[in-house]
């Protein structure tokens, strides 16, 4: 079974500087992948980044980036330059490669302060 | 265009009635996925079809019954509303192949569901 932990329940970050959301997972499935989506007060769910169990990089979108450490199972995301429209609640999510749906962590709030 | 469109996006009403949320998704993908999301904001899967065909039934009660009249469309329905059942229900799809890791989910923006 996939489990997926996510410690910190909010973080304060100041705008323009860097935060590190942290995840980590639990599987057994050699072949996982790993998501982190945003979820702003209006209540959308918003897809940021993916990175593949098998991929030799870092995965990045624009100021997104995953720091993957595969030995410690740790998916930990990096908003780099934070901005007021950053303030949100972050969720990490895995899939294993023959499952279908994803399972998602608790989720983090950011607020970015001015 | 929407990608992923449910409708609608609040829905307020009586324990005990049977109500339904529509779920349209434009991107030509042939799986879809009805999550649900609790108070304290916390995501599980439900019901997921590929190709019409059911592939995912959680442990939900048989009051919720899944609808997928083609690819692109995933209906759900919820008989004799309970106060539990209050909580943010969310359509996603994907271009879902099995043996794929990279497998987005594009999700619609929610319906919020109040039971009184």
């Known amino acids: 079974a996939q489990k997926i932990t996510q410690t910190q329940p909010g973080m304060f970050v100041q705008e323009k500087e860097a935060v590190t959301l942290d995840c980590t997972y639990d599987t057994s499935d050699p072949s996982y992948g790993l998501f982190w989506y945003k979820q702003p007060s209006s209540g959308e769910m918003i897809f940021l980044i993916y990175?593949?169990?098998?991929?030799?990089q870092n995965a990045t979108e624009g100021r997104y980036s995953l720091n993957f450490q595969k030995a410690r199972k740790s998916a930990n995301l990096v908003i780099s330059a934070s901005q007021l429209g950053d303030s949100a609640m972050y969720f990490c999510a895995m899939r294993d490669k023959d499952d279908y749906k994803l399972s998602f962590g608790a989720g983090t709030t950011v607020t970015v302060r001015a | 265009d929407t990608a992923v469109s449910q409708t609608p996006k609040y829905l307020v009403t009586q324990m005990g009635n049977d109500k339904s949320i529509k779920c349209e998704q434009n991107?030509?993908?042939?799986?879809m996925y009805w999550y649900k999301q609790d108070s304290k904001k916390f995501l599980k899967i439900m019901f997921s079809y590929n190709n019409k065909e059911l592939i995912i039934n959680e442990t939900v009660p048989n009051r919720f019954s899944p609808k997928s009249p083609d690819k692109a469309h995933l209906n759900l329905h919820i008989n004799s509303l309970e106060l539990g059942d209050s909580a943010v229900y969310f359509c996603?799809?994907?271009?879902?192949?099995?043996?794929?890791?990279?497998?987005?989910?594009?999700f619609g923006a929610g319906t919020r569901l109040s039971v009184l």
């Open positions: 990175q593949g169990s098998y991929d030799q």
């Open positions: 991107l030509g993908h042939d799986t």
């Open positions: 996603a799809s994907s271009q879902g192949v099995a043996g794929l890791a990279k497998n987005i989910q594009y």
